[in-house]
């Protein structure tokens, strides 16, 4: 049965750690450097100095609050989300649930116009800010990821960003809201599950929110460690798919948000994706006789239809390591 509204374990603990923090102004060997390595180390970082304008984020923020602060029954005209659109607790297809609202988008120019109508006042408004941002995240995003290949020593260091570049790539654009709580009964402050642990299954994500904490990261089972908001910075993780293509050298770092009773959160994360029929493969430079490649080919929609099938929290990426015996015959 799923659990509604659940709150964290009491057995969890909690780890007091700064994330890196890159200044993307820097020299860019040294940068690269830098990315590689907090990506090996936690799967996740933050830029400063990453070139999206403010204007660019301020216009996207009004748009959005703009959305959340009308009366339900108005939203649920943008819903379901099935896939794209207006939702609200549910979390995908198969039960999970958290203390969230959200708009889940394609980044495809078609969609994204035709999402407008039933989510603005003033659709047209509403369809440049969305234009404006995610060129902006995703021109950011294939900058990351040339820098990743850069730092890699991966030969052709347009290989990950030209997935996303891809008129076809299949990126998706989602906004969180998570509304502040009613306090309980005696005023007791709360925390809830807003967004349940998980892993985001695309390349990269670039994600950024108000001024309000929640967003917590997990290295080892049952330990979290909180990121500290900035809404001036992006935070930057790595996703299944480029643990894969990065023969496991990085990680796809577990996460999850909480919603709390002081102040609601707000946050958008651009999911970079490859179009559906690309082969998910481990560039050579990241295989070696010591390291043999860990996953099966496979595409992002074969990817993607399982990650659909599945809970949220589930490690779905083991289901596409090889077995054994099909390492020792590698
Ligand atoms: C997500 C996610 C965290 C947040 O949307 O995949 O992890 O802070 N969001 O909203
Ligand atoms: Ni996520």
Known sequence: MVVASATPKRSEKLQGIELPIIDLSGERSEISKLIVKACEDYGFFKVINHGVHQDIIARMEEESLNFFSKPVAEKQQAGPANPFGYGCKNIGFNGDIGEVEYLLLHNNPLSIAQASKSISNDPTKFRSAVSCYIKAVRDLACEILDLIAEGLWVHDTSLFSNLIRDVDNDSLFRINHYPSLVLCKDNIRDTKIGFGEHSDPQILTLLRSNNVDGLQISLYD????????????????????????????????????????????????????????????TPPEMVTHGEPSLYKPFTWAEYKKTAFSLRLGESRLNLFRKSRNDLEDA
């Open 222 to 281: 049952g330990v979290w460690i909180p990121v500290s908001p900035d809404p001036t910075a992006f935070c930057v993780n790595v996703g299944d798919l480029l643990q894969a293509m990065t023969n496991g050298r990085f990680v796809s770092v577990r996460h999850r948000a909480l919603s709390n009773s002081y102040q609601s959160r707000m946050s958008m994360a651009f999911f970079g994706a490859p179009p559906l029929h690309a082969k998910i493969i």
